[in-house]
């Protein structure tokens, strides 16, 4: 056997492990979620069915949970998405020789540990609340929008700094040496750059409000999240209605992903032959001048 075979070979069975260790428990719980013991099993297979996906859709905590957790996390990407996008605006604005203490500071809560950043919200907003008599605001959903917001929005300014970086500023100043406005400079110039990093930032804010935990469990106070309700449920014993809820969330994930790349390789298509054709019409108007 040649060195060049037995590489590709290990490359294979690497690759085959990789794959097994990533996605062999998605699979085991798939199919526990189609199989009939009361207990999650996987073999022997004693049945097909899909009576837990009705049992999950009439469990009343896990339902609330999940529409608490929808609620919490667009209101996440709502507040998060737009500190991101001026935490990073920011970042390109100011001197070059405070950058650096400025990134320490507005990337500290992505190191901090969720369970301090949860019991300093609640301590905070309580003491907050008593002192200005707006004690409507210590409920469980606001503070976990905020203990949630303090470091998902670092991500989100991360991801935007980082396509912000490759802007060519000299466009902002042939607008502006143009007659436009700054307003207009960010909305019609700065805004459609960065689009793919706000939809990338909102999309990775929503999946880290969704699966947070340990934030959310000291935050939420009465209130209950679906992170909340399934780790209760877990304690007292898994079922095959939890691993339901995760083949599904796991399935919409998967569409939700291959439907951003299609829409995505259209628009990048749509890009290319925009391109192409402003490219064809200088050259025509370029031959005809050269003509006449």
């Given at each position: 056997m040649t060195s060049g075979r037995f590489q590709r070979i290990m490359f294979a069975i690497y690759v085959a492990m990789f794959f097994a260790y990533l996605l062999g428990p998605l699979v085991v719980m798939a199919i526990s979620a189609f199989n009939t013991p009361e207990y999650p099993q996987v073999w022997p297979l004693e049945g097909f069915t899909t009576d837990w996906f009705g049992r999950l859709f009439a469990d009343n905590d896990l339902m609330e949970g999940f529409r608490t957790s929808l609620w919490i996390g667009l209101l996440v990407v709502c507040i998060s998405v737009p500190i991101g996008l001026a935490g990073a605006i920011v970042m390109t604005q100011i001197a070059t020789t405070a950058r650096s203490f400025y990134y320490l500071v507005v990337v500290s809560p992505v190191l901090t540990p969720?369970?301090?950043?949860?019991?300093?919200t609640v301590v905070f907003w309580r003491e907050f609340t008593l002192v200005t008599g707006t004690r409507f605001l210590y409920d469980g959903?606001?503070?976990t929008v905020l203990g949630q917001s303090s470091f998902i929005s670092a991500y989100c300014m991360l991801i935007v700094l980082a396509r912000l970086q490759r802007f060519d500023r000299s466009q902002e100043e042939a607008a502006l040496d143009l007659g436009a406005s700054y307003p207009q400079v960010f909305l019609h110039i700065l805004l459609p750059y960065l689009k793919p990093a706000l939809f990338s930032a909102a999309v990775l804010a929503f999946l880290s409000s969704f699966e947070n935990?340990?934030?959310t469990t000291f935050a939420i106070l009465s209130d209950k999240s679906l992170t909340t309700v399934l780790a209760g449920r877990v304690r007292q014993g898994s079922t095959p209605s939890i691993s339901a809820l995760a083949t599904l969330i796991v399935g919409v994930t998967i569409v939700a992903a291959i439907t951003y790349e299609v829409l995505k390789r259209r628009d990048d298509r749509?890009?290319?032959?925009?391109?192409?054709?402003?490219?064809r019409a200088e050259e025509a108007e370029l031959s005809l001048a050269t003509a006449q």
């Open positions: 969720g369970v301090i950043i949860g019991i300093s959903i606001i503070l935990y340990n934030t749509r890009a290319r032959e925009r391109q192409v054709a402003a490219i």
